[in-house]
């Protein structure tokens, strides 16, 4: 569906039973909802989900103003807002992680789990992100296509259906949109949110990802009481497909409840 948000439109996968407990999905920089496909087969049956594309990804519009991580937050609480959501389980993934943050600090009460999956909690690499972005806008996504794939699987994994399925959303990604992903990036900053997050949190990693070591994601879960910590064996920055299993796992213990 596509609901009207602010200055553009956004559009939001739903999938299962909305009589089923609501479990919202965030997708990470330069995919879209669809790069959750293994995660709604296995759990569309017991849920309700709601996958948005975050603004210049998927088939939602280009930003017309700034994007900041507080700005896709705002776009998440206001279609969860539209759609009568009144309580939810939510996982992100990468940037989805930090907007997860960002959300379930603003709906405290009505965030009954929340499960981070390769983020972190304040920008990594801002003087990168910044000169990432000025190099998309200049010539494209294609310039960084192969540092950005390399990363987000393993070797192995690029050559799979599904590691394929990846670079194509990549590629279809627009230049902007990765680019005003790059600039919230660059300025992310959750830590202020960390002491509201006082539902159960799950914060996991893959052993092989580079571009959010694990000791960047454990520092994320040192940072909020109570946190539980995972390394997911054998996966790099987007697991989803290929540790979907694991993934899927990790999901099912956190969104069990109602």
């Not at 200055?7 to 939001?12: E, G, I, T, Y």
């Not at 996968?13 to 959750?36: E, M, Q």
């Not at 946190?227 to 099912?252: C, W």
Request: glycine letters at 8%; proline letters at 4%; aromatic letters at 4%.
């Amino acid at each position: 569906m596509f609901l009207n948000i602010g200055d553009h439109n956004l559009h939001v996968a739903l999938y299962g039973s909305d009589c089923n407990p609501t479990l919202v999905l965030l997708h990470s920089l330069g995919t879209s909802h669809a790069v959750w496909q293994r995660q709604v087969r296995a759990l569309r049956d017991q849920h309700f989900i709601i996958a948005p594309d975050f603004r210049g990804h998927g088939l939602s519009d280009l930003s017309c103003t700034p994007v900041t991580i507080e700005a896709l937050a705002d776009d998440v609480v206001s279609a969860l807002t539209m759609l009568g959501v009144n309580a939810f389980h939510l996982a992100g993934i990468s940037i989805g992680g930090l907007v997860a943050q960002c959300v379930a600090a603003t709906l405290t009460d009505q965030v009954r789990a929340l499960t981070l999956l390769d983020s972190n909690i304040v920008s990594l690499a801002p003087q990168m992100w910044k000169d990432r972005a000025t190099k998309v806008r200049g010539e494209g996504l294609a310039a960084i296509e192969e540092a950005v794939l390399s990363r987000w699987t393993t070797e192995e994994g690029r050559a799979t259906p599904e590691g394929r399925g990846l670079a194509v959303m990549l590629r279809r990604t627009p230049s902007e949109g990765y680019a005003a992903g790059c600039d919230a990036l660059a300025v992310a900053d959750c830590r202020h949110h960390a002491a509201r997050l006082t539902m159960p949190v799950t914060v996991a990693v893959g052993e092989q990802d580079e571009a959010t070591p694990p000791a960047a994601a454990r520092a994320l879960a040192e940072a909020i009481t109570g946190a539980r910590f995972e390394i997911i064996p054998g996966a790099a920055h987007i697991p989803l497909f290929e540790k979907a299993d694991a993934v899927n796992t990790i999901l099912q213990r956190s969104a069990g409840g109602t």
